[in-house]
């Protein structure tokens, strides 16, 4: 899957920085070439699903923080490490994966990703 394309990034290459942020995600969801690769398709679809996770999920612990209710606030403070540390790892796996030519699919996210692909 590291086929070059005519603009010197490897379809690999492509993959990774799509999940960099949704920026280059969806630009390549639209240029050619590499808007024809489901490879590098899969991958920007998958991290535009893990960006839009990431926002629901914050917001969500936005609302707990304000609320507060029944929460300490060290427990507080752990779940949001917790979170932010998962979310951390999953992008690097994902990175990681896209970078050495392989369609990891994150539970849920990854099979959206595939459908919009098509498969």
């Known amino acids: 899957m590291a086929e070059s394309n005519p603009t010197g990034l490897s379809d690999n290459a492509a993959a990774g920085i799509a999940y960099i942020t949704f920026f280059p995600a969806i630009v390549f ?3 050619p070439p590499y808007n024809a690769s ?4 899969f991958h920007a679809w998958q991290s535009i699903f893990l960006n839009i996770a990431a926002c629901v999920v914050w917001f969500l612990l ?4 304000a609320v507060q209710l029944f929460i300490a606030p060290a427990v507080l ?4 490490l917790l979170v932010y540390l998962a979310m951390v790892l999953m992008w690097v796996i994902c990175v990681l ?18 459908k919009q692909i098509g498969e």
């Open 38 to 41: 489901s490879f590098v398709r």
């Open 77 to 80: 403070a752990m779940l949001h």
């Open 29 to 31: 969801l639209v240029m």
């Open 97 to 114: 994966k896209a970078v050495n030519g392989k369609r990891f699919k994150l539970p849920l996210l990854g099979a959206l990703a595939a």
């Open 62 to 65: 936005a609302i707990i923080t």
